[in-house]
């Protein structure tokens, strides 16, 4: 690829849609269309809140983990290889940006336990580019990937 040659990574067919709808904000509910996600939300502490809830960030944090977890058992599973006892945890972080607002970043660690340290990278890398939420923040956010 040419620098300043974006690839494309917008879907050509929808195949499924998730719906979720928020209650006052930061200090409230959300619940998913079929009623399978019903949750109280509370701003952190951290960021002056009681925390007597969930948050978006450890929402985007558990959506982004089992993502890229999936999209990395693919992409070994097309490889040829099991990867059962990996996992993925994602930090989520949220502070204020240069332009009045605020932003993201994004720590994931993955566990590759049965895999040499090289082959597990190209693992990573092929997941990183297989991912949608890899896909939706390339470029717009922070994210790392830490190997362990």
Known sequence: MTEGTAVDTRPTKIV???EATA?????????????????KVAMPPALGGNGDGTNPEQLFAAGYSAC????????????????????VAAKVGIGPNRTRG?????????SLPVL?????????????????YSNATRGNIDVTILLG
């Open 116 to 132: 040499d340290a090289e082959l597990a990278a190209r693992l990573v890398d092929e997941a990183h580019e297989v991912c949608p």
């Open 23 to 39: 209650h006052g904000g930061r200090d409230g509910h959300v619940t998913s269309q079929d009623g399978r996600l019903q949750l």
């Open 102 to 110: 605020y932003g993201l970043a994004v720590a994931l660690s993955v």
């Open 68 to 87: 890229f977890h999936n999209a990395l058992i693919l992409v070994g599973n097309r490889a040829g290889y099991d990867l059962a006892g990996s996992t």
């Open 16 to 18: 499924y849609v998730a």
